[in-house]
């Protein structure tokens, strides 16, 4: 069965909706997503532009912070200082890539750990495997295709193909989180089929087309394809062979119109969340 990624979105998109009209009746004020851009990349300013989209969507306040190539590390770091200070403002996303004059690391590390909706703090130090920290948009959007299936994830062998720090690492951590045995599987692997045959969800996140193949599939197993990559007629595939492997996979995301649909609605989420710490904080 494939899993929509697309429609299981619209539908936390409209559960949000109400909760934030609700919210600002108890709390007096909308929760509040503020964006920063630097520079004119042509894939983050597309990124961004579904960003904003979808938090218009909801009704979140907030804004876009565009900012030109040429801004000083200093500029940036004293801009998420003031939005840090902002009462106003719940999350804060740092689109990526930044230009090369400025660190990455250190533009990052000086997001507030209570407003970084992007969860790249946990990831730094390493809290995402703490239930109750703020997790990453993408890893947080593969739990939740899985949970959508109906199928338990506690007690099944989980396999992660892939141990990048923005999915592969994150991912198992939330993957043992919710008390699944979790095998994190990489280039240096031995006998992937094998492993992958034992596996009941299979998590593909390596940026490799099908590196998954059809045979690796477990029959019912539950895969979830996080890899974009772009197949030689142009067209968008993901890490899994999808074709071969849909006809043994139970449940099985598509490329596109799987996780990244649910990537960005979970930076919704997770500025809710961030929204709630602060109110009950304040209260």
Known sequence: MIIDGKAIAAD????????IDSLEVKYGRRPGLWAVIVGEDPASQVYVRNKENAAKKVGLAGEVLRLPAETTQEELLALLDRLNADPAVDGILLQLPLPAHIDKDTAIAAIAPDKDVDG??????????????????????????IKSTGVPIEGKHALVVGRGELVGKPVAA???????????AHSRTRNLKDLALTADIIVAAVGKAAVVTGDMVKPGAVVIDVGINRGADGKL???????????????????????????????????LDCYLLHVKCRR
């Open 12 to 19: 936390l998109y409209e559960q949000m909706r109400q909760e």
């Open 120 to 145: 790249y703090a946990g990831m730094k130090q390493g809290l995402t495997a703490r239930a109750g920290c703020i997790a990453p948009c993408t890893p947080r959007a593969c739990i939740q295709l």
């Open 174 to 184: 939330l993957l043992l989180n919710e008390n699944a045995t979790v095998t994190i």
């Open 237 to 271: 595939v993901g890490d899994v062979e999808f074709e071969a492997a849909s006809a043994r996979a139970g449940y099985i995301t598509p490329v596109p119109g799987g996780v990244g649909p649910m990537t960005i609605a979970m930076l919704i989420r997770n500025t």
